[in-house]
């Protein structure tokens, strides 16, 4: 299938094109295949001011909530038609498996019609003062939300948090990531069919470090929502700061498994296989360690060299279970925290066997096992198909293995033993815990972190309250 050699922009209700451009390349092949145009700092403010625009003019919030309902509807419906075709160009460009692909596409489509479920049941509260009193809270939307989308799931991201951010009412303005940006021009060439007011949806590619930070550093803003590193988290919160514009940080992990002695050990490989070779690692929530009771660590050990040496590498149309990762950067950074690890004394227990293709981005799916959890390898994440197994003595240990990194995204716990899984979701520190299956959940339940993983909510009913504010107003009666 061909796809256009050329990508624009989309401001206040037009593609608009602009002749400075940067090259896509394709993971798989590490060659050209399209060219996207790069917005200036001018067309960002000129999506900031059409977006404020919108919100004066209150077109979203004025209308009845059951006309935002079927807009979102009508927005799932268009997604789903643009499925197949966005999912090849999110395969050829990310590198991606095409199945996965689609399913981000499927999920962006499901995101709307879940908010679309909750657009008209944005309800405040009535607080008891007395008789002499009237007092109700009302939700308001932020204003204009500025997204800062990450590349390794553009598309569900960005609906994540569009579709609740819409569903309040607010104007959205998307920064598209620069290494991945066309499968988000299909999703929004979907959007503008759905019919949404003008000035309510932008899509930007820019630099991070100039287009991204007009955009977080304005006062125009009046939300950030971040998917991404936490050194440019970091960077973004201070020029938030600035205006005390509020923000929901979605930002790394380096998510821990611990496995009891009594786990069923082929579906705790199964976990292994979709929790940290997914998308090739590339996962905020990966399974990046593993933490294994002593009494069936070797056991584990040699269930998981079997695995890696039946794992396939090949491109996203190939259905290779490890695709290549998105960059010659993110690639060499992967194999400089390999050696790293191996430098530092951690030993090297499997390694992939599909011998490396002589064109693209690809990485060896590999396994490191140590006792040290002060070894990068145990702490900083790697953001590869890269697992670092340890062994634990008892449930106390696990648990201060698992809380000891600065992240807190996921915990997981692999156990028949549902008391003692219970008392570790007590315990561990993380904004989700999963049991016995990782990844459990969906677009249902709130998905966010502590500590460096960030802070604020995303997914389920809970995120559409990240879109919104209170306002309280209270009322004195006059007469008895
Ligand atoms: P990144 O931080 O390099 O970039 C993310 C986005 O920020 C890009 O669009 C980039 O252009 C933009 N950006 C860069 N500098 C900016 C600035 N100064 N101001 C505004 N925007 C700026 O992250 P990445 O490499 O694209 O994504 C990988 C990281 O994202 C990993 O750490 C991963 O764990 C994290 N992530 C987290 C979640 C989550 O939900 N918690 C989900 C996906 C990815």
């Known amino acids: 299938m061909q796809i256009p050699a050329k990508w624009s922009n989309f401001i206040d209700g037009q593609w608009v094109e602009n002749e400075v451009e940067l090259p896509v390349f394709s993971p798989a092949t590490a060659e050209p295949i399209a060219m996207i145009s790069l917005a200036s700092i001018e067309q960002a403010e000129q999506a900031l001011e059409a977006a404020q625009r919108c919100v004066a003019e209150r077109h ?20 789903r038609r643009v499925a197949e075709y966005g999912a090849h160009v999110l395969c050829l460009e990310n590198g991606k498996n095409y199945a996965d ?29 007395g008789d002499d009193y009237i007092s109700f809270t ?3 939307p932020m204003g204009v939300s500025v997204q800062i989308v990450p590349w390794n799931f553009p598309i569900s991201i960005c609906a994540r ?69 936490v050194a440019t988290g970091q960077r973004i919160m201070q020029a938030a ?48 360690r593993l933490l294994v009771h002593e009494h069936i660590y070797e056991k584990t050990l040699q269930a ?36 790293t690890a191996l430098k530092e004394g951690a030993a090297l227990i499997a390694s992939g066997k599909t011998p490396l293709p002589e064109k693209g981005f690809y990485v060896q799916p590999t396994v490191f096992s140590t006792t040290d959890s002060s070894l990068s390898i145990a702490r900083e994440e790697v953001f590869g198909p890269v697992l670092c197994v340890m062994p634990f003595y008892s449930d106390e240990q696990a648990v201060q293995l698992a809380n000891e990194t600065s992240y807190g995204l996921v915990a997981g716990v692999f156990t028949n033993n549902l008391n003692r899984a219970l008392r570790f979701t ?5 904004g989700q815990v999963f049991i016995n299956e990782w990844y459990a959940g969906g677009i249902e339940t709130p998905f966010g972190g502590v500590g460096l993983s960030g802070f ?21 009666l006059k007469g008895a």
Not at 426 to 430: C, G, T, Y
Request: with cysteine.
């Open 101 to 129: 692909a689609l399913d981000e596409f499927t999920e962006a489509a499901r995101y709307f019609e879940y908010y679309a479920g909750m657009a008209d049941k944005v309800e405040g509260v009535s607080i008891p003062l």
């Open 456 to 476: 604020g909510r995303e997914k389920g009913q809970e995120a559409l309250y990240s879109y919104v504010r209170t306002k309280c107003v209270t009322f004195k």
């Open 304 to 339: 998981i060299r079997g695995l890696v040496g039946e794992l396939k590498l090949g491109d996203g149309f190939s259905k290779a279970d490890i695709t290549p990762v998105i960059s010659a950067q993110q690639q060499q950074q992967i194999q400089k925290m390999c050696e």
């Open 60 to 79: 979203l919030v004025h209308a009845k909530p059951a006309q935002r309902v079927s807009l979102l509807l009508r927005a799932a419906e268009e997604i």
């Open 426 to 430: 007590q315990l561990l520190r993380s």
């Open 241 to 288: 700061s600035q205006w005390a514009t509020p923000c929901v940080m979605e930002l790394g992990g380096k998510s821990a498994a611990i496995v009891l002695e009594d786990a069923d050990l082929d579906e705790l490989l199964k976990n292994i296989k979709s929790g940290i070779f997914f998308n090739s690692g590339q996962v905020c929530s990966a399974l990046s």
């Open 161 to 229: 948090s569009l579709a609740p951010a819409l569903a309040a009412g607010n104007s959205c303005i998307v920064k598209s990531p620069e290494l991945s940006p066309l499968g988000l021009c299909v999703l929004f060439e979907a959007l503008e069919k759905a019919g949404f007011p003008q000035g309510s949806l932008h899509l930007l590619c820019g630099l991070g470090s100039e287009v991204g930070q007009h955009l977080v550093s304005s006062p125009k803003a009046n939300q950030i929502v971040f998917t991404g590193s």
């Open 138 to 140: 009302n939700y308001e």
